[in-house]
């Protein structure tokens, strides 16, 4: 059996580097989302998102699911 492992670091760091490259601070990332700051801010620090604000961050940084999840052999 083959377990999915979300790479939540990964995760964090391609938004915080998207947020860099816009040159955008949280709350402009917020509106452009719909989020809110504070979501968006803890994930950019690592935390694992919920579902509805994951998709809403891969839509956002135009980047598949598949891009974040590793799959390991048990």
Not at 18 to 40: F, H, M, N, Q, W
Not at 43 to 71: C, I, K, M, N, Y
Request: hydrophobic content about 50%.
């Amino acid at each position: 059996m083959t377990l999915a492992i979300f790479q939540t670091e990964r995760f964090a760091q391609a938004i915080a580097g998207r947020l860099k490259y816009l040159r955008l601070d949280v709350r402009s990332a917020a509106r452009e989302t719909g989020l809110s700051a504070a979501t968006i801010s803890r994930v950019a620090r690592g935390s694992p998102p919920d579902v509805q604000s994951l998709a809403t961050l891969l839509a956002w940084l135009q980047l598949p699911f598949e891009v974040f999840v590793v799959g390991r052999d048990e």
